[in-house]
């Protein structure tokens, strides 16, 4: 019965007329347009109350862009009042975000100056000018132009000076080693090699040592040699004798141990020209009191004074060479001796390559250092050679390099 009664309710809704029908749509549908229409206002008081926000907001950071900027104006018509009324001043001021950077000159700024002078001192320069120009019209042309006589004093002094001021840069531009000579040829040599008379020497049997110390020299490229043994020259005249036909030269000499101050290891190479033999070294031994006992003999201290050996040497045409001076501490303490007081600037090193103690000292010293080989046996020949320009062949070459630096101070 209930299905039969709602499907005659459809029916006759079906025949209600379509005007009646709208009618009750749009009473049904009024509640839901309330809503949507009171929640739309309330959106739009929300949007209107955050627009007033933003504006005030917007305001004040208007407000502060326009007090900034007022009061930067303030401050440089500030600065700009101060500038002109500043005196003796000169005021420079910069702008970089609102900070104002001033830097003040001691410049006068009077009215009616021109680049920080006043006007008025010119004029008072000016008429002082005028009247030294009428002053000097009253004095005679002979004292206002002196005469190259009068200048003559004046020239001579500053001549004199100049000569002083070159000597001095002369002596400051003193290089630390000595040029080397541009002329000449170039000339490899050692000149302290020890034969079978000094002690240590080692030895090989069944070879003639004179003939082989040349052979191997020659072999080695050396163009000259020096036999320097212990407080003896036995050997110099056999070794001389083996080079004759070769491209060696052989320089005769002598190994000599002296006392510098509390040092008693100072050696000295002492080397004679090629014509002197075994005979002229013993007679200048003799003259420093050597005894037989000591040739050969490394341990032995010439008695004399240093000073009067190295007088001794040269007085025979001889010329010294320090030896090994860097190889201890005690012997470095000697080498002031040795360059102050005697001059010597060669030096026969254990390292040359490093002479800090002599630059540290004596940086414009003009030193020459060498390395010798103080050969003890055949093969250490030549093991420490030099490859030097020398000014003049043989023995006049080697003295040229090593001839001490004489001075008041030196002069033996």
Not at 54 to 70: I, L
Not at 114 to 138: H, I, M, N, P, Y
Not at 362 to 384: D, K, M, V, Y
Request: charge should be positive.
């Amino acid at each position: 019965m209930a299905r039969v009664t709602t499907q005659a309710n459809q029916k006759k809704k079906k025949k209600m007329p379509p005007k009646i029908l709208a009618k009750i749509k749009n009473t049904k549908a009024e509640p839901k347009n309330t809503k949507v229409n009171s929640k739309t206002k309330d959106e739009v008081i929300e949007l209107k109350l955050k627009s007033t926000a933003k504006n005030k907001q917007n305001t004040k950071t208007n407000n502060a862009k326009t007090s900034v900027k007022t009061a930067t104006k303030e401050k440089l018509a500030d600065s700009k009042a101060v500038k002109v009324n500043v005196s003796k001043e000169k005021q420079v001021t910069k702008v970089t975000k609102g900070r104002i950077i001033t830097a003040q000159k001691n410049v006068s700024s009077k009215p009616g100056t021109q680049f920080g002078k006043d006007l008025s001192v010119r004029k008072a320069s000016k008429d002082k000018l005028q009247t030294l120009v009428d002053r000097t019209s009253e004095i005679p042309a002979h004292l206002i132009t002196p005469t190259p006589e009068m200048l003559k004093p004046f020239k001579d002094a500053a001549l004199r000076n100049n000569a002083k001021r070159v000597q001095v840069k002369d002596k400051n531009n003193k290089p630390f080693i000595a040029k080397p000579s541009r002329s000449g040829k170039k000339v490899e040599f050692d000149l302290r090699i020890h034969s079978p008379m000094s002690e240590g020497y080692f030895s090989t049997g069944g070879i003639d040592p004179a003939g082989a110390m040349v052979r191997l020299a020659s072999a080695k490229g050396l163009d000259m040699i020096a036999v320097t043994d212990y407080n003896s020259a036995e050997f110099v005249d056999l070794i001389k004798e083996k080079a004759k036909n070769t491209s060696v030269t052989v320089l005769p000499g002598v190994d000599l141990r002296c006392r510098v101050g509390a040092c008693d290891e100072v050696f000295f190479i002492a080397l004679f020209p090629e014509n002197k033999g075994s005979d002229y070294i013993y007679s200048m031994l003799e003259k420093l009191n050597v005894p037989l006992a000591a040739r050969g003999r490394r341990s032995y201290v010439i008695p004399k004074d240093v000073k009067e050996v190295v007088s001794v040497v040269e007085a025979a045409g001889g010329v010294l060479i320090p030896s090994r001076p860097d190889k201890t501490p005690l012997r470095l303490g000697a080498v002031k001796t040795l360059v102050e007081d005697l001059g010597f600037r060669t030096f026969d090193l254990v390292h040359p390559e490093n002479p800090e103690y002599f630059k540290e000292r004596w940086p414009h010293g003009e030193f020459t250092f060498f390395s010798f080989s103080n050969a003890n046996a055949l093969g250490q020949i030549g093991s420490r050679a030099i490859g030097f320009k020398l000014p003049a062949n043989g023995f006049n070459g080697i003295r040229s390099i090593c001839e001490r630096k004489k001075n008041k101070q030196t002069a033996l």
